[in-house]
């Protein structure tokens, strides 16, 4: 899954949950995955299922480990489940194939026959699983080849300790009180606090967040804090997409990344990450990873994925006083910010006997209230997938963040692009970009800079880039 790593072996645990009502013969199959805790609210999400409905549920719940090879042998044959994982980035290989079902019949008939109304999803994320099999457009066409099992976004965030900490030391006024909040006493407004502009939570330039990286990079009672130390792999596309870059080209056939835009954005998130002194360098790195710098509260800015909540949710207050905030815009004429949104589905086999009932259970597992209770009420494991349900979820000071609205302005605001490994057939083009980006960085602290700069790297990758491409779009065209 894009948003974590599990470790361990790949356990099946098998489930027949059958209800008081009675069963429809074998009943449907659901072979999915996730971490032990989440395997266990899975289950109790199925037995209310089955009880509701009487439709037995054979449950194969299991970690990460090994789950794409197992699902990939099974697919096309009489052994595949009914009921699975799938993702944008393999609907289009998967549809082409034939081994999954179009599912609007089945959702529009659920939806008139009084169930779960697949409408009622968020807007836009069930484009995410459109895929024209004739045109080879993706979010295009009329069939639904899956439906999202959850919707997540990656904004950044702040720990407000270390950013009071600089305020009280006089390092915020010295580092922001520049450009447009010259004049501002206190310099530059908080991360948490609303541009006096708009009367809207602050969105910081490229600019105005290397000074907020500058003013929170420090040493204090013996404690070195950081401004900012973002995973790269992730983080870089907020700002190659806010300098108005882009992975491919709009018809999807020409990559893209050694456009001047492209590299403006890849240069300033080098230049931040590896340049400016306010991250750690490579030796702090091998000591401690950015995410434990993170966790430690030795960080001030760091993205936040909605998965993140429960453990940082663990960490003490005084340790991590995190919050929400939105990545960086270009400059002051650019006011769009963006970052990536991830999403996982449930597809069903086209080999399956009891499509009705497979169905029934995807749009249970993803849209019920036992599901928003489990997975987002009692427990912040995703975002609601119902948007019937968006207020309850805003307005319940249970569920952290506090402004935790940001998750969702992402997705239903304009903010949020897929991954682009989602953008294309396959992502083997997207993975010759990321295997030698190491070739930008230094390697060690006395390194002036990398063996290639951005663009170099952008100019070298680029038809390299474009061979692997190429090839995915033969395979989409000869449907491999």
């Keep these: 899954m894009f948003k974590k790593k599990w470790m361990g072996l790949l356990l099946a645990v098998p489930l027949l949950l059958s209800g008081c009502k009675g069963g429809r013969g074998d009943g449907v199959t659901i072979f999915i995955y996730g971490q032990a805790h989440e395997r266990s609210i899975y289950s109790k999400i199925i037995e209310k299922f089955t009880e509701e409905t009487g439709i037995k549920v054979k449950a194969d719940l299991v970690n990460t480990d090994g789950y794409a090879e197992t699902l990939t042998a099974s697919l096309g044959t009489k052994n595949a489940p009914d009921v699975f994982y799938s993702n944008p980035a393999s609907i289009g290989r998967y549809a082409m194939n034939g081994v999954i079902l179009d599912l609007k019949p089945y959702l529009e008939a659920e939806a008139e026959d009084g169930g779960l109304d697949y409408n009622n999803f968020l807007d836009g994320v069930v484009d995410y699983y459109r895929y024209d099999t004739v045109t080879k457009k993706r979010g295009a066409g009329d069939a639904v080849w899956a439906i999202p099992k959850d919707v997540s976004s990656y904004p950044l965030g702040y720990n407000r300790n270390i950013i009071n900490l600089s305020v009280t030391l006089g390092h915020w006024e010295t580092y922001t009180k520049l450009g447009a909040w010259a004049s501002r006493e206190g310099g530059m407004p908080l991360p948490w606090e609303n541009d006096p502009r708009t009367n809207k939570q602050i969105v910081y330039t490229f600019e105005e967040f290397t000074n907020a990286c500058r003013a929170t990079k420090f040493i204090h009672d013996d404690i070195e804090y950081f401004g900012t130390a973002l995973i790269d792999t992730w983080a870089m596309h907020s700002w190659i997409w806010a300098a108005g870059g882009n992975w491919l080209s709009e018809d999807g056939k020409t990559v893209t990344v050694n456009t001047p835009e492209f590299i403006a954005g890849f240069t300033e998130f080098i230049d931040l990450m590896d340049n400016r002194g306010i991250s750690q360098t490579r030796e702090q790195m091998g000591i401690k990873p950015h995410y ?172 390299i880039m474009q061979a692997q491409l190429d090839i995915a779009l033969a395979d989409e065209a000869a449907g491999v």
């Design 292 to 463: 434990d710098r993170w966790m430690a509260g030795e960080v001030a800015f760091f993205n936040v994925g909605v998965w993140d909540v429960a453990a940082f949710e663990s960490v003490p207050k005084e340790v991590l006083d995190y919050g929400l905030m939105p990545t960086p815009r270009k400059d002051n004429a650019s006011p769009n910010w963006y970052t990536y949104i991830g999403t996982l589905g449930y597809a069903v086999s086209s080999r399956t006997k009891v499509a009705p009932d497979a169905v029934k259970l995807a749009l249970y597992m993803s849209m019920s209230t036992e599901s928003y209770n489990r997975m987002t009420k009692y427990q912040t494991i995703q975002l609601p997938n119902n948007k019937t349900m968006v207020d309850e979820y805003l307005n319940d000071e249970t569920i952290k963040p506090e402004n935790k609205g940001i998750f969702l302005d992402v997705i239903q605001k304009g903010h949020g692009k897929l991954h682009p490994t989602a953008m294309a057939y396959n992502s083997l083009w997207y993975d010759a970009f990321i295997a030698e980006l190491s070739r930008v960085w230094k390697v060690t602290d006395d390194d002036p800079s990398g063996e290639m700069s951005p663009a170099q790297y952008a100019a070298y990758v680029q038809p």
